[in-house]
C-alpha cells in the first residue's frame, strides 16, 4: 500500500527540520549550509527532482535578497557606525537619568530597549556591558538582575522589532507590511521587556552577589572621546522608525511631492537616511577608520544575508509541495489559530538555539497554513510574524550563543543564568503572545 501524499510531505518536512536542528546544534555546521542541505533532502523526499529542487532554490533565495538585501545591510552599518561614535552610550546615560539610580535595573531595561533598536543584541550586549558593570558597582544591585534586565531588554526588539534579521527574513517571506510590523511589535515588545525586568528582579533576588566582575576586553567610547549629546545620538534611531511608521498609517496622496516625501519612508531609504544621520554625529575619525568600519559592518551583513537567503529557499521549496492543498481542511491545525506560527517557532528556537534561524525556518512551514488558519489577509500575516517572534525567544539556553555572550560578559556563572535569564525568556515569550493574542482581536 503506497503512502498518502500527505504523510510523504509531512515525513519530508519533518526530516528537513530535524535535519536542519541536528547538523546545527550536534556538528555545528554553519545554518547556510543546514539549510541548503535540507532543501534537497526535503525537495528529494517529497516527489521533487533535483533540476526543480535547484531552480526553486534560487528563485527562493534571490526573492528574499531583493527584499531584505538594503535592509539588513543598511540596518548593520547604522547600528556599528552609532556604536563607533559613541551615540550608543549617550542614549544609555540620558536613560539612566531619567529614570534614576534607584531604578538602575529598570533603566538598564529600557536602555537595553531603545539601544538594541538599530544592534543586534549580542553586540549591544557587549557595547553596554561597561556601563552595566559601572552601574552595579556604583548601585549594589546584584549582578544577576542587573544583567538580565539588560539583556531581555535587548532581546524583545532583536526577536520582534526589524530590522533585525531574523523577524525581517519573516516579513519577507510571509510578504508582511514592514511598516504594520514595526508599529505592532513595539505594543507587543514592550510587555515582553517589562516581564523580563519583573522576572530578573524577583528572582535575582536568590542571587545577591554584586561583584560586577572585570572584563578588560570591552571599551567603552566615552573612555576614548567625548561622548556626543544625548539629542543627537537619538535622532538616527528614532527617524528612521517615524518615517516607516507614517508611510505605514498614512494613505497615499495623489499630490507628487507628498508622494515623494512618503518614499522616504520605505524601509531601505528610511534606513539610508538614519546611516547618513549617524555619519553626521561629530566624531574625531582617525584615518581610513570610517572605511574600515564600513567594510566590517558589511561583511557581518553579508553572513547574516546567506543564512536568511538559505531560509527563503528553503521556504520555497516547502511551498512548492503544496502542503497547504493537503492540509487545508485539517480542524486540528485550524482550530490552533494564531498559536501555531508561536508553537512552530519555539519549537524550533528550543531546539536549535537561534532566534534568527528559527524564526525564518517558522516562517517557511507557517506560510502554506495562513488560510487554513485564517490569517492569509494584510494584518493576519502581521499578526503571524509578531506570534513567530514572540516564539524565537523561549527558550534561550546553552544551544543559544546571545545565552554565552550573557554569561561570559557578565562573569556569573551558570545557575543563576539558567534560572534567571533563561526563565525570564520563557515569561516574556508567553507575555508577547499574549499581547499578539489580544492584538489579534482588534485588528482581525
Request: hydrophobic share 55%; with cysteine.
Amino acid at each position: 500500500m503506497l503512502a498518502s501524499p500527505v504523510f510523504m510531505i509531512s515525513l519530508a518536512l519533518v526530516t528537513g527540520i530535524g535535519l536542519i536542528i541536528l547538523l546545527s546544534t550536534r556538528y555545528k555546521i554553519h545554518p547556510f549550509f543546514s539549510l541548503a542541505l535540507a532543501c534537497f533532502v526535503t525537495g528529494g523526499l517529497g516527489g521533487l527532482d533535483a533540476s526543480f529542487i535547484l531552480t526553486t532554490m534560487k528563485e527562493g533565495f534571490g526573492k528574499i535578497m531583493s527584499s531584505l538585501g538594503f535592509i539588513i545591510a543598511l540596518g548593520t552599518a547604522l547600528g556599528m557606525v552609532l556604536q563607533a561614535n559613541g551615540a550608543t552610550t549617550a542614549m544609555a546615560n540620558a536613560l539612566i537619568r531619567c529614570v534614576g539610580g534607584k531604578r538602575a535595573a529598570f533603566a538598564m531595561s529600557l536602555t537595553g530597549f531603545i539601544v538594541g533598536l538599530p544592534i543586534f543584541c549580542d553586540s549591544g550586549y557587549v557595547v553596554l556591558n561597561g556601563l552595566n558593570q559601572s552601574m552595579i558597582r556604583r548601585t549594589g544591585v546584584a549582578t544577576a538582575i542587573m544583567s538580565t534586565a539588560m539583556a531581555t531588554g535587548l532581546y524583545a526588539v532583536h526577536c520582534l522589532i526589524p530590522p533585525h534579521p531574523g523577524i525581517t527574513a519573516a516579513v519577507g517571506t510571509l510578504n508582511a507590511d514592514l511598516g504594520r510590523v514595526i508599529l505592532y511589535g513595539l505594543l507587543v515588545a514592550v510587555p515582553a521587556m517589562l516581564a523580563g525586568y519583573c522576572w530578573a528582579v524577583w528572582k535575582g533576588r536568590g542571587f545577591p552577589e554584586t561583584d560586577a566582575g572585570q572584563d578588560p576586553a570591552v571599551s567603552q567610547p566615552d573612555g576614548i572621546a567625548p561622548l556626543p549629546g544625548a539629542g543627537i545620538s537619538f535622532i538616527p534611531v528614532v527617524v528612521p522608525v517615524v518615517l516607516i511608521a507614517l508611510r505605514a498609517l498614512v494613505p497615499q496622496p495623489d499630490n507628487a511631492v507628498f508622494g515623494a516625501l512618503l518614499m522616504t519612508g520605505d524601509p531601505s531609504i528610511a534606513l539610508a537616511i538614519g546611516l547618513v544621520l549617524a555619519w553626521c554625529i561629530p566624531k574625531k575619525w582617525e584615518k581610513n577608520e570610517a572605511g574600515r568600519l564600513m567594510h566590517h559592518g558589511l561583511e557581518k551583513a553579508g553572513g547574516i544575508l546567506v543564512i536568511i537567503g538559505a531560509g527563503g529557499a528553503f521556504g520555497m521549496i516547502i511551498h512548492a509541495l503544496k502542503l497547504q492543498d493537503h492540509l487545508a481542511d485539517i480542524q486540528g491545525v485550524k482550530a490552533l489559530g494564531v498559536f501555531f506560527p508561536f508553537l512552530v517557532a519555539v519549537i524550533l528556537k528550543t531546539a536549535q538555539g537561534s532566534s534568527t534561524v528559527a524564526v525564518l525556518t517558522a516562517a517557511s512551514i507557517v506560510l502554506p497554513f495562513l488560510p487554513g488558519l485564517g490569517l492569509d489577509t494584510e494584518n493576519g500575516r502581521v499578526i503571524a510574524v509578531l506570534a513567530m517572534g514572540a516564539g524565537s525567544m523561549a527558550l534561550s539556553h546553552v544551544n543559544d550563543a546571545y545565552f554565552w555572550v550573557v554569561t561570559n560578559f557578565s562573569g556569573q556563572e551558570l545557575k543563576p543564568v539558567l534560572q534567571v535569564y533563561s526563565l525570564a525568556t520563557v515569561w516574556m515569550a508567553g507575555t508577547a503572545m499574549l499581547a499578539v493574542y489580544l492584538l489579534s482581536l482588534i485588528i482581525l
